[in-house]
């Protein structure tokens, strides 16, 4: 029976503007062009500034989660995929949990919970855009501009709403969740390595970049000023001394040796320039490599069930039940209760720095940009302080119970992410062995039959998936200690969503040279 609470989002479902499946079967080449210009669209909306809002003003309340929520600040693409990943959170945290009860082998459940999902997913579009404009991430705003900003974003949230859907309904490839990640992700490495503009450490802002230049000046010393002023743009000068070597650029930027009295300014205390935790470092980028080819080896690790054709016993196959059985979705999900517990957490202690409860979940440092808007850290002593890694060996260093309290708490999620995503993605043992069944296979020596085939996949699926959530959730707590470019997570994400686009392509190949393969595969 379906929950009442599905049932009351029901008529909401039936409004909701939606793309049709298609009613006949897309060619690769026609599902490869729509996505390519779904990730146009995307990437012009990334780059068209919001009417009304000047660049710099207010506090960029996600700065930490731009990355992994496929956002771009004071664009259209403001909110990314935040809608659309915390309406999937919220509805697998009811699922999960069994507070609604949906039958996932009904064809009607599934698609009314699909339905619901994407309903909530405008209401969160909406409750996120009023908490931005209330907590003045913008900057004073008059009420028409308020207005302006809001129907840009709201737009634009049901226009990226509706890519995701496109693609998942089988007119592209994969989902625009993955798209957008590792589109985002990529840019961001890219730019993070090969970036030509220049830093206060005096070298450039990419790494390979300021690795090659390390090389072509290797032993001589470079002397480079820190502003200490506010604004910067008033002199209050430091002058710092560094040797051109690998250390310069090892695992914190800027690295000094020697200093100097202040060549500018009043007689103020002596200071020491901070580490700046967004310049990447040769460590980070070796880690980037390394994370890289673990995720690749990963999804190789599979087990193998033998299978054959229960008609023709001379055709064998096997099914393969990858050891990162549900991907990257858990990581999805938990990025997503983290981008939104501190959103959240932001904007209660803003409005309530005093209150002990407030103080004990949220509290935060503002860290001042040039040129960009502030952003926030979480402050140690409360509990959002653990839900962030340190994301360098100075930082893992100084405070290692932290590292351990993140990572722990990683896992757990991952796990669990991972068992409820196996449940209401049609990938439970139950879902594979009628798949396997409607495609005329059976495992040799045992009945062809749903229960048996069940039973057998049941030795497999739950110990692969609880393994590879905790596989991927160390990685990612590691990537992010060792100041992996473009996140942990960012990383992780990327290199999985890389290979599953891999094997989509590979599939969608094998299936159009072979139709009888579709069900199997899933493309039908």
Request: hydrophobic share 50%; aromatic share 12%.
């Amino acid at each position: 029976m379906t929950s009442r609470f599905l049932r009351v989002f029901s008529p909401f479902v039936k409004i909701m503007p939606e793309v049709k499946p298609p009613e006949r079967e897309v060619s690769f080449k026609e599902k490869f062009a729509w996505t390519a210009i779904v990730l146009i669209i995307y990437l012009i909306m990334s780059n068209i500034p919001l009417a009304g809002v000047q660049p710099g003003k207010g506090t960029d309340y996600f700065f930490w989660w731009r990355v992994l929520l496929a956002s771009q600040r004071g664009t259209l693409a403001e909110l990314g995929i935040g809608p659309i990943v915390t309406a999937g959170l919220i509805m697998q945290l009811l699922a999960g949990s069994q507070i609604i009860k949906v039958d996932f082998s009904d064809p009607q459940d599934r698609s009314l919970f699909t339905g619901v999902q994407k309903v909530l997913a405008v209401i969160m579009t909406i409750v996120q855009i009023i908490a931005y404009l209330a907590a003045g991430a913008y900057g004073s705003l008059t009420f028409i501009q308020q207005l302006a900003v809001f129907g840009q974003l709201f737009v634009a949230g049901i226009i990226i709403i509706l890519l995701d859907e496109l693609l998942q309904k089988g007119w592209g490839l994969g989902s625009g969740v993955s798209l957008f990640i590792a589109a985002g992700v990529s840019v961001q490495i890219l730019w993070l390595c090969f970036s030509p503009f220049g830093e206060q450490d005096g070298l450039s802002q990419g790494i390979v970049i300021a690795f090659f230049q390390i090389i072509g000046s290797w032993g001589t010393k470079r002397t480079f000023d820190v502003n200490y002023a506010t604004p910067p743009a008033s002199p209050d000068v430091h002058s710092f001394t560094s040797v051109n070597d690998f250390q310069t650029i090892w695992d914190r930027r800027p690295f000094y040796l020697e200093t100097t009295p202040p060549s500018v300014g009043p007689n103020a205390p002596y200071q020491l320039p901070e580490v700046d935790p967004n310049l990447p470092t040769l460590l980070g980028l070796m880690t980037t490599i390394i994370i890289f080819v673990i995720v690749i080896f990963l999804e190789t690790v599979r087990v193998e069930i033998p299978l054959q054709y229960a008609k023709y016993r001379g055709f064998k196959g096997k099914y393969p039940i990858k050891l990162l059985y549900v991907s990257n979705i858990p990581v999805i999900l938990v990025q997503a209760l983290y981008a939104n517990a501190l959103f959240f957490g932001q904007l209660f202690y803003n409005a309530y720095p005093t209150n002990p409860f407030i103080l004990f979940f949220a509290k935060f440092e503002t860290q001042v940009g040039q040129n960009t808007s502030n952003w926030m850290t979480p402050a140690p002593g409360c509990l959002l302080y653990y839900l962030t890694p340190p994301r360098s060996i100075t930082n893992l260093a100084a405070d290692p119970v932290r590292a351990i309290i993140y990572m722990i708490i990683l896992v757990i999620l991952c796990v669990w992410f991972s068992k409820i995503w196996v449940d209401v993605s049609g990938i439970a043992p139950r879902d594979i062995a009628h798949q396997i069944l409607q495609a005329g296979l059976m495992v040799p020596g045992f009945r062809p039959t749903p229960r048996v085939l069940e039973r057998i996949l049941e030795r497999y699926i739950p110990t692969v998936t609880t393994i590879g959530a905790i596989a991927v959730g160390v990685l990612a707590a590691g990537a992010d200690f060792l100041g992996a470019l473009g996140t942990g997570m960012g990383i992780l994400l990327t290199v999985g969503i890389i290979y599953q686009y891999y094997q989509i392509i590979a599939q969608e190949q094998l299936a159009s040279m072979n139709p009888a393969m579709r069900g199997l595969l899933g493309l039908q």
